[in-house]
């Protein structure tokens, strides 16, 4: 989703600026601009497409100037042009910004200064902000802003540079997260902090509502009641390999093969393996209050959600607590019935989701105890739940989430744990689950090892219209997951369902042109989704399947069997999953997708 960057300093802004956009390209983006101010004008570079094409530009139109800022749009409100890529301008042409977010009144905003007599180029909502800006500017820049970002409903993380105040950067931010980076005599601002580590560790976020003044000789930060608030700075903790492919392809395929790793960071230094039991730091202080839920409500999008119908399925059978998985975008819309005693978790794994973060603060306005599982540190949702757990998967940048799900899963399997043992689960089946999790990480490598296998065969299916994803219980939410990733980096049409709900419809489908991917590990359900297959087989859809190692008997049904290791039903996800993230990535790369940035998707929507 858009990205904002800037940088006032003693150096040239801009090629500081386009490495910060290169950084934020995994959020995902349709056209990218840099406005850099010098000697009191702002000059202006914009393109659509990549920032490569960008680059190009400033070839041959390089930008001078010590202050600027850039902008990596993801269009909202009008096409991916060139027209309508950032940043935009008042009607003066002074008043320069950048803008991430949905103003939703622009409609009543626009007939008003249209009224007015402001003339609009763009189909986007944000000229409005630069226009309304304009309007209410009587010598007094940072006055106009704030009354300005009064008027609009919606969301905003928003940068202004203007040949009215040249030596100034303003940004504020409401739903949108602001970074500022805090350097010697220099200053950075982004969405995130990867643009920002080259330069500084020293950073601070605004909250929504504030906003901060950018100068020469240091920042003010304030509310936009132009209440003054004491911002101070942490240090951010941050490898630059995070950042890097480290010899890999795409950042996906990284990502696929750092999940053993990923995998025993989630669990690492929060169990006792032998008394079978969980310690998570962060829920310490709360851990009665879960414990006694009345119920437990998830609430996330995306492969967050389908994690949270796996922490469903766990907590339910071993922790015994009711528990609803809800989709955010849907939760805070219908007046879902929650109070005091429950518990409304939210799984996100860039923490800035914000649908994810509206149904979070619905929970709250509840009542309910609020926890996040969150993987970006120091997050809108991390910093906004009363307590929550990390999952430690380290920076995710390929678009589709692979190691943030599998380390969620994991964390869920901690908490389920760590609910259970205080309930009614035995010490044996604590040390046997707890035994078990800890040799999750080296399963997945050896279903890793059969990656040359999975590419193999993955070619036999990349020309293929549509896929049908089958599994039951725990295997249920990976079928969804599987048909989530094909289709999303892909781009082939993809179905995750329920394996016994097929004859409710799907059916209909299968024929030779329809290749399914059951999930059918060896498990109390086992004979039930043979039956499925051979419903399947006698309709001449073509199978593949995930199995456990050792069922001979699998092969005489499927037409590709990829084998897993067995492990304990409840923790099959974290296996089951691996073989359909690699078969995703081979036929995107196959089909000549882009897997890291698939077309139209972003890797933090922070619009609703
Ligand atoms: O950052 P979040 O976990 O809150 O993101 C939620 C979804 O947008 C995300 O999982 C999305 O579905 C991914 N592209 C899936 O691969």
Redesign the pocket.
């Known amino acids: 989703m858009c990205g904002i960057v800037g940088y006032l300093g003693k150096q040239e802004a801009a090629p500081i600026l386009l490495g910060g956009l290169k950084r934020l390209e995994y959020r995902g983006y349709d056209s990218a601009g840099i406005a850099v101010m010098n000697g009191g004008d702002v000059n202006v570079v914009k393109e659509v497409g990549k920032i490569r094409n960008l680059e190009s530009a400033l070839d041959t139109t390089p930008l001078k100037g010590f202050i600027g800022i850039g902008h990596t749009r993801w269009a909202t409100h009008g096409e991916p042009n060139k027209t309508n890529a950032h940043p935009h301008v008042d009607g003066t042409g002074n008043i320069v910004l950048f803008h991430n977010g949905i103003i939703e009144n622009y409609a009543s905003l626009n007939k008003m200064l249209q009224e007015k007599g402001h003339v609009f180029i763009t189909e986007t909502d944000t000229e409005i902000l630069a226009h309304l800006i304009e309007e209410f500017y009587e010598k007094d820049l940072e006055k106009a802003i704030r009354h300005a970002l009064h008027e609009v409903d919606g969301t905003y993380g928003l940068a202004v540079i203007s040949k009215y105040d040249p030596n100034k950067i303003y940004v504020a931010r409401k739903g949108s997260p602001i970074v500022i980076g805090v350097g010697k005599d220099e200053y950075f601002v982004a969405s995130d902090v990867t643009p920002l580590v080259n330069y500084t560790r020293d950073v601070f976020y605004l909250e929504d509502y504030e906003m901060a003044i950018i100068t020469p000789k240091g920042v003010t930060t304030k509310t936009i009641e132009n209440k003054k608030i004491e911002k101070k700075t942490e240090r951010v903790t941050f490898e630059l390999e995070a950042i890097e492919k480290g010899g890999f392809d795409h950042f996906m395929l990284k990502e696929i093969y750092q999940q053993p790793d990923t995998i025993m960071d989630a669990m690492r230094g929060r169990i006792l393996k032998d008394e079978g039991i969980v310690k998570l730091g962060g829920l310490e202080k709360i851990e009665d209050r879960l414990v006694k839920a009345n119920k437990i409500v998830f609430t996330?999008?995306?492969?967050?959600?389908i994690a949270a119908l796996i922490g469903e399925y766990l907590i339910e059978e071993f922790c015994r607590i009711p528990v609803e998985v809800e989709y955010a975008s849907e939760f805070r819309y219908r007046n879902p019935i929650i109070d005091e005693d429950d518990v409304v978790i939210a799984?996100?794994?860039?923490?800035?989701?914000a649908d994810?973060l509206a149904a979070l603060r619905e929970g709250k306005r509840k009542g309910a105890l609020t926890l996040g599982i969150v993987?970006?540190v120091g997050s809108t949702?991390a910093r906004e739940t009363d307590a929550g757990v990390y999952i430690h998967a380290g920076h995710e940048i390929g678009?589709?989430?692979?190691k943030?799900?599998t380390s969620q899963v994991t964390v869920l399997a901690l908490i389920t744990l760590m609910i259970a043992r205080r309930k009614n689960m035995s010490s044996e089946l604590g040390k046997a689950m707890v035994n078990e999790l800890l040799k999750i990480p080296e399963k997945v490598q050896i279903i890793l090892h059969q990656n040359d296998y999975i590419r193999d065969f993955a070619r036999r299916y990349k020309d293929e219209r549509n896929f049908l994803y089958l599994g039951r219980g725990y295997n249920f939410p990976v079928a969804l997951e599987g048909a989530?990733?094909l289709k999303?980096i892909s781009y082939i049409h993809a179905e995750g369902y329920a394996a016994a709900e097929m004859k409710h419809g799907p059916i209909a489908l299968i024929d030779k042109d329809m290749p399914v991917v059951f999930l059918a590990t060896k498990d109390v359900i086992y004979d039930k989704v043979i039956s499925n297959i051979e419903e399947v087989k006698a309709r001449g859809g073509r199978i593949i399947c995930i199995a456990t190692q050792g069922d001979e008997k699998i092969q005489q049904y499927a037409d590709h069997v990829i084998y897993i290791p067995d492990t304990l039903r409840a923790l099959t996800p974290l296996l089951s999953v691996i073989p359909l993230q690699l078969l995703s990535y081979h036929v995107a790369v196959m089909r000549g997708c882009d897997v890291d940035m698939p077309r139209n998707?972003?890797?933090?929507?922070t619009v609703e």
């Open positions: 996330a999008s995306g492969t967050s959600w799984i996100s794994q860039s923490g800035e989701t994810t993987n970006s949702i678009v589709a989430s692979t943030a799900f989530l990733k999303e998707l972003a890797k933090s929507v």
